[in-house]
T-cell receptor, first 113, second 109 residues
């Protein structure tokens, strides 16, 4: 299995631009999670999906952030418009069932200038 | 809301020493607890997963324990090596997973 696949690995964009991060979970995993990691705040849960349905988006910082999971093998996290304070590493993780462990992708390092 | 605390925030030890990293959590109604390792600029690598019904898990030189009733877990690393230098993260699963801030470990040759 190729694991959780995230793209792009690095993204540099100008303030005000739209940014789309992508994630492909492990095949057969029914839960998907988006996290953001910064030095100041550590790893924060943004949103998670069970069976493609958003369950908890209370961690999404602002309306500028949105996430979708149109099918079991693909999810996107979109920031529109982006701001410098959105600069962070964004991780996607997946798991099969609530009693199993998480597998993380390699992350997307986002820099907004 | 689950809160996870890791102590110490940083630890530096000479090679060969045995060490313990601590994790505490506020809500004991967990499914499981997972320890991860993160190298600088890299992703998270799973080390050990302990289910709520288990007391400990072992993998090589690593041993993780769980005391769910008191909201504590420890990660024991035996005979530490410079290659163990990394940040170790504790994550607690109450349907979603919440992370501690991590312990940054440095093992000096």
């Amino acid at each position: 299995d190729a694991g959780v696949i995230q793209s792009p690995r690095h993204e540099v964009t100008e303030m005000g631009q739209e940014v789309t991060l992508r994630c492909k979970p492990i095949s057969g995993h029914n839960s998907l999670f988006w996290y953001r990691q910064t030095m100041m705040r550590g790893l924060e849960l943004l949103i998670y999906f069970n069976n493609n349905v958003p369950i908890d988006d209370s961690g999404m910082p602002e309306d500028r952030f949105s996430a979708k999971m149109p099918n079991a093998s693909f999810s996107t996290l979109k920031i529109q418009p982006s701001e410098p304070r959105d600069s962070a590493v964004y991780f996607c993780a997946s798991r099969q069932g609530e009693r199993n462990g998480y597998t993380f992708g390699s992350g997307t390092r986002l820099t907004v200038v | 809301k689950q809160e996870v605390t890791q102590i110490p925030a940083a630890l530096s030890v000479p090679e060969g020493e045995n060490l313990v990293l601590n994790c505490s959590f506020t809500d004991s109604a967990i499914y499981n607890l997972q320890w991860f390792r993160q190298d600088p600029g890299k992703g998270l690598t799973s080390l050990l997963l302990i289910q709520s019904s288990q007391r400990e898990q072992t993998s090589g030189r690593l041993n993780a324990s769980l005391d769910k009733s008191s909201g504590r877990s420890t990660l024991y690393i035996a005979a530490s090596q410079p290659g163990d230098s990394a940040t170790y993260l504790c994550a607690v699963n109450n349907n979603d997973m919440r992370f501690g801030a991590g312990t940054r470990l440095t093992v000096k040759p």
